[in-house]
């Protein structure tokens, strides 16, 4: 398996983040994937790299900002490298990393069998669907969606820019996720009923539906929750609770496996998620971002139908 890791780690460096003989390249990661971590570091040394490889404890929770040190680490680095369980995507440290110019990565709670399948893609041809999406998204004022089991959401758009997580991370202070491929947005608001039948993040594949009543953008009831959804939630006050995304899926080789970083990466899933969105264009600044995927959706951007029954129509 090291051997598979290595040439996925090696795919990852050269075509998602283009790393050149000598750039400065900072991977930071935790116990449970220290042999990704270690992939990282040694195709970065391989490939010329000054490499820096930083093992920090578990978080918590997604969106929970790593410690003071990390934070400090990532502003003085070229590139940055974050396979962790719990996602540094939507904290101020990775944000601020990427003011100071540093590009990079973050492949939150990235399994071995994961990273293999998803990272050796065609990155150009993810590239151009994103980001033609993206550029949809951007166009419309406002989004539908609406699934078999109940999802019945609007949301407003307005005003606001589309972001294409596409893989392709070459310029300073460019960022993506990987595995990639999603196109993203940050709504103004959002009214109606979401009924989550895919996964949530930290909980992972749902057994049953659960189905939550959205006004004026906040989170406002929960039916068919065993209480994990809310505990989520507990003590956060009603940023947490806020829609903070709107988040198409774009990749053809991802699937559901009850990880959200793949999960929400499969061609033709929605997800709606709840929290800080200040890394790409919100203004919701919240301790947690979670996701919620819906597995069938039909998406409408306006009047248009992009996505039937999880079918993209581009």
């Given at each position: ?42 195709e970065?040394r391989?490939?010329g ?12 929770e997604?969106g ?27 904290t ?17 709670g990235i399994?071995?069998d994961?990273?293999v ?15 033609k ?6 166009g419309?004022?406002k ?25 392709l991370?070459?310029k ?9 491929g999603?196109a ?9 009923y ?5 996964s ?8 049953r ?18 209480g994990?959804f809310?505990r ?10 806020t829609?903070?995304e ?6 053809q ?12 990466k ?7 998620a ?5 890394g790409?264009?919100g ?18 951007l306006?009047?248009?139908m ?9």
């Open positions: 398996m090291m051997r598979r890791l290595k040439r996925a780690a090696q795919i990852a460096l050269t075509r998602s983040l283009g790393l050149k003989s000598g750039e400065r390249l900072v991977v930071v990661t935790d116990r449970f994937c220290r042999r990704i971590g270690q992939a990282f570091f040694t970065g391989r490939l790299a000054q490499v820096i490889l930083v093992e920090m404890p578990p978080l918590k997604h929970n900002e790593p410690p003071p040190i990390i934070a400090t680490i990532l502003k003085h680095c070229d590139i940055f490298v974050i396979p962790t369980l719990k996602s540094i995507t939507h101020k440290a990775r944000r601020e990393a990427n003011l100071y110019g540093a590009r990079g990565i973050t492949l939150p399994t071995e994961i990273f399948r998803t990272i050796p893609i065609d990155y150009k041809k993810l590239h151009r669907l994103t980001l999406l993206a550029a949809l998204i951007t419309a004022r989004a539908r969606i609406i699934s078999d089991i109940g999802t019945d959401l609007y949301l407003d758009l307005s005003h606001r820019t589309a972001h294409a997580d596409t893989g991370v070459t300073p202070g460019s960022f993506s996720n990987l595995p990639a999603e993203y947005i940050a709504p103004i608001s959002a009214d109606g979401l009924v989550i039948d895919g949530i993040a930290s909980i992972g594949l749902l057994r539906p659960i189905k939550v009543w959205i006004e004026e953008g906040k989170m406002k009831e929960v039916e068919g929750d065993r994990r809310r989520l939630f507990e003590g956060l006050g009603p940023a947490a609770q829609v903070g709107l988040g198409v899926g774009t990749n080789k991802a699937r559901l496996v009850g990880n959200i970083l793949e999960d929400e499969a061609a033709g899933t929605v997800h709606i709840f929290g800080d969105n200040l790409f264009g203004n919701n600044s919240a301790e947690i971002h979670i996701d919620c995927l819906i597995k069938k959706p039909t998406l409408y306006d009047d248009k992009i996505i039937d029954n999880g079918n993209i129509l581009l």
